[in-house]
């Protein structure tokens, strides 16, 4: 099975940084477009960045662009994303999703537990 | 961006019951439409894709109709583990959107 799991959350001031990881496994992490999707406490979910196999290609949320970077590293299955310049409205679980097997970047069928962050002073 | 908006926001339920979800488009998708489920403290789970496929593992009773700018979710019969959140989700341009969810709650 899929396995997913999400480090590097927690509490930051606002205009901090933080990196957040994804480590994966039991998949062919390589061959797959990867995302993150975010959670606000008590709202709905957002799509916030995604990558293709190779790193060529990165889409982002107009929210995020220009403050969050995503990577990876395929040589250890890793995801990763650098956010800077954090906001109160960043405030979120943030969910590492791997996409569906033939649906590059439109769906998502396997997810992490998440990784809480909080923007607050 | 394409706004997607759920109805109704709440609906109340017993088991057994019989439900339909709606997610509308502010623009075309086409069928590129999805739906999640989300139970408390959960990560979401992929129920339908491409607007009428059933993602792997998940039961009958969960069926997908519509395409274009009007979709529904279908529950036959509400069994207790299926009172949850449901989003649904588009992949027809960038930024992938989701809907507001529609929670099913136990009436």
Redesign the interface.
Known sequence: EVQLVESGGGLVQPGGSLRLSCAASRFSFSSFWMSW?RQAPGR????VANIKPDGSEK????SVKGRFTISRDNAKSSLSLQMNSLRAEDTAVY?CARD?PG?P?????S????TRVSVSS | EIVLTQSPATLSLSPGERTTLSCRASQSVGRYLAWYQQKPGQAPRLLIYDASNRASGIPARFSGSGSGTDFTLTISSLEPEDFAVYYCQHCSNWPRTFGQGTKVEIK
């Open positions: 999707v709905g979910l957002e799509w889409y982002y949320v107009d969910y569906l649906y970047g439109s769906y998502w069928d997810w992490g537990q998440g």
